[in-house]
């Protein structure tokens, strides 16, 4: 019996084939590669961003304590770091560290005297009948609240006038 076998389109297809395929695999992989290796770096950012975000953020809290600290302890009647910066040369009071129960963030807190002023006539704040003029006394709470750990840092100012 003799057999015999034809060449149709479909083997001549495949015999000039010379791995075209195989070099756009090769491309599509690169591409992919490429892609997810730019995602991971954007992840890895916006890591970093959060975090940082997280930490100016404790930051920023650590210092508005410390002067809410300075506040209340002015209003209640204690006025010994006023008068210490007052009577400094340099014009600022001691650096006092606040407590705010954390281990790794720190707050402080310090009074700078910025001077004496003049208030005019409308003002009750410790009348005398006889003069028009008020004097006090122009102050800043400075606070700061940092995290060594990573180097952050903010400070916070706010002004008080003490008649």
Not at 78 to 105: H, R
Not at 112 to 123: K, N
Not at 144 to 161: K, W
């Amino acid at each position: 019996m003799n057999i015999q076998h034809k060449i149709g389109p479909s083997t001549v297809l495949a015999k000039r084939q010379t791995g075209a395929v195989l070099i756009v695999s090769l491309m599509l992989l690169l591409v992919m590669t490429l892609l997810s290796i730019a995602s991971m770096n954007t992840s890895v950012c916006r890591k970093k961003m959060a975090a940082n975000s997280q930490n100016s953020n404790r930051t920023f809290q650590a210092a508005e304590s410390a002067v809410y600290a300075m506040v209340s302890t002015v209003l209640g009647g204690n006025s010994d770091e006023l008068n210490t910066a007052m009577t400094a040369v340099s014009g600022q009071g001691t650096l006092i560290n606040v407590n705010i129960g954390t281990s790794d963030a720190t707050s402080t807190a310090q009074v700078e005297y910025l001077g004496e002023i003049i208030a005019t006539g409308g003002s009750s704040i410790n009348a005398d009948e006889s003069s028009t003029l008020l004097s006090g006394y122009r102050f800043e709470l400075v606070g700061t609240g940092s995290i060594d750990a990573v180097q952050a840092q903010t400070q916070i100012r706010q002004g008080i006038e003490y008649h």
